[in-house]
C-alpha cells in the first residue's frame, strides 16, 4: 500500500472558482528551483494527483488568530483571511475528505497562540473526523518550544493525533527561522514520548540535524517530500540517513502541489545519477523503495 503523507488541501473547490480568485501574494522565494510556485489548483487536481497512491495525508495551514501580535507568517501582504483561519480551513479540508473518504485521511490545523484552540482540536476530531495535526511554526510565526505550543503537543499526544511539522528553510521574511529547526523536536520528543511527529521535508536543508533526532526517538519520522529538485541536497541526505541507518524513519510524501506523488516516485531510481564517473557511495536504491511501500498509517497509530 502507498501512503502519502503530506498534501495540501486546495482551497477551490471548482476551476470556477479558482478563477475568480485574486492572485496569490508573492512570498519571494519559490518553492522549487526548476519551475513556478503552482496556484490556484482544486479539490479535482489533488484527487487526480492521488491517482498513483493508496491513501493520502491531506491538510492546509491556519493563520494566525485576529489581532495576534506577531506578523502574520503567511500572506506577504499582511491581510489574514478569513478563509485562512483554523476552522475555515479544517471545515474545507474536511469537505475534501468527505467527497474522496476511501483515498483520503484529513488531518486538521490549529494556532497555538488561538485562544480556543482546544476547542478547534475537540471539534476537528470529532465533528469533522480529522485524524492528525499540521503545523508550520514558521509559516505561523509561534515557538515551538514554548507554553502555547506545548499545550498543543499534550492533547494531540493524549488524543493519539500525529503532528506533521513544517520543518526547514522557509521564504518568510519575519517569522524566527529558528523556530523550524529539527533540533527543537528532540526536546518535544523527550517531554511528550508518545506523540507521533513527522518532520516535512526531511527539513531541508538541515537534513543532517533531522537526522539526529529521528535516529533517538522512536516515534519521530521524516518525509521525504520536496527533496528530489534538488539532486544534490536529494544524494547527500539520503547518504547520510544511510551511513546513520535511518532509512526505515522516512516516510513517503509528495507535498503536494509543489510535487506529485508520481515524480517523487519516479526519481528514486535516480538517486545515484549524478555519482556517474566518481567513487562516490551509492544510496541503496532497494532501500530507498521501500519508504514508499511503508506502512505509513501504522507508524503513526492511524490504521
Ligand atoms: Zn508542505
Given at each position: 500500500m502507498?501512503?502519502?503523507?503530506?498534501?495540501?488541501?486546495?482551497?477551490?473547490?471548482?476551476?470556477a472558482e479558482a478563477e475568480a480568485a485574486p492572485p496569490p501574494p508573492e512570498t519571494g522565494a519559490p518553492m522549487r528551483p526548476d519551475r513556478p510556485d503552482p496556484s490556484r489548483v482544486t479539490w479535482d487536481d489533488h484527487v487526480a494527483a492521488m491517482g498513483p497512491v493508496d491513501r493520502a495525508i491531506v491538510f492546509n495551514i491556519a493563520a494566525q488568530p485576529p489581532g495576534d501580535p506577531h506578523k502574520p507568517g503567511m500572506a506577504s501582504d499582511?491581510?489574514?483571511?478569513?478563509?485562512?483561519?483554523?476552522?475555515?480551513?479544517?471545515d474545507n479540508v474536511a469537505g475534501l475528505v468527505r467527497a474522496h473518504p476511501a483515498k483520503l485521511i484529513g488531518f486538521m490545523s490549529v494556532h497555538p497562540r488561538d485562544p480556543h484552540v482546544l476547542d478547534e482540536m475537540d471539534r476537528a476530531t470529532g465533528d469533522?473526523?480529522?485524524?492528525?495535526?499540521?503545523?508550520?511554526?514558521?509559516?505561523?510565526?509561534?515557538?515551538?518550544?514554548?507554553?502555547?505550543?506545548?499545550r498543543v503537543f499534550a492533547r494531540a499526544e493524549e488524543l493519539g493525533l500525529p503532528i506533521l511539522m513544517h520543518q526547514g528553510t522557509s521564504p518568510v521574511q519575519f517569522a524566527d527561522l529558528d523556530w523550524a529547526h529539527p533540533r527543537h523536536l528532540d526536546r518535544i520528543a523527550t517531554r511528550?514520548?508518545?506523540?507521533?511527529?513527522?518532520?516535512?521535508?526531511?527539513?531541508?536543508?538541515?537534513?543532517?540535524?533531522?537526522?539526529?533526532?529521528?535516529?533517538?526517538?522512536?516515534?519521530?519520522?521524516?518525509?521525504?517530500?520536496?527533496?528530489?529538485?534538488?539532486?544534490?541536497?536529494?544524494?547527500?541526505s539520503l547518504r547520510l540517513a544511510t551511513e546513520w541507518s535511518v532509512l526505515h524513519k522516512l516516510l513517503f510524501g509528495s507535498d503536494w502541489p509543489v510535487a506529485s506523488p508520481q515524480e517523487t516516485m519516479d526519481a528514486i531510481p535516480h538517486v545515484n545519477d549524478i555519482?556517474?564517473?566518481?567513487?562516490l557511495p551509492r544510496v541503496p536504491v532497494d532501500e530507498l523503495l521501500a519508504v514508499v511501500e511503508r506502512d505509513a498509517l501504522g507508524a503513526l497509530g492511524l490504521d
Open positions: 502507498i501512503i502519502d503523507v503530506h498534501t495540501h488541501a486546495p482551497r477551490f473547490r471548482t476551476r499582511g491581510i489574514v483571511r478569513r478563509t485562512d483561519l483554523a476552522q475555515a480551513v479544517n469533522l473526523g480529522l485524524r492528525g495535526i499540521k503545523l508550520g511554526p514558521n509559516y505561523q510565526n509561534f515557538d515551538p518550544l514554548g507554553d502555547d505550543a506545548a511528550f514520548p508518545e506523540l507521533r511527529l513527522i518532520i516535512a521535508h526531511f527539513a531541508h536543508p538541515w537534513q543532517v540535524d533531522a537526522l539526529a533526532v529521528i535516529r533517538k526517538h522512536p516515534n519521530v519520522w521524516a518525509d521525504i517530500s520536496a527533496l528530489h529538485y534538488r539532486p544534490w541536497s536529494y544524494y547527500t555519482l556517474e564517473g566518481t567513487r
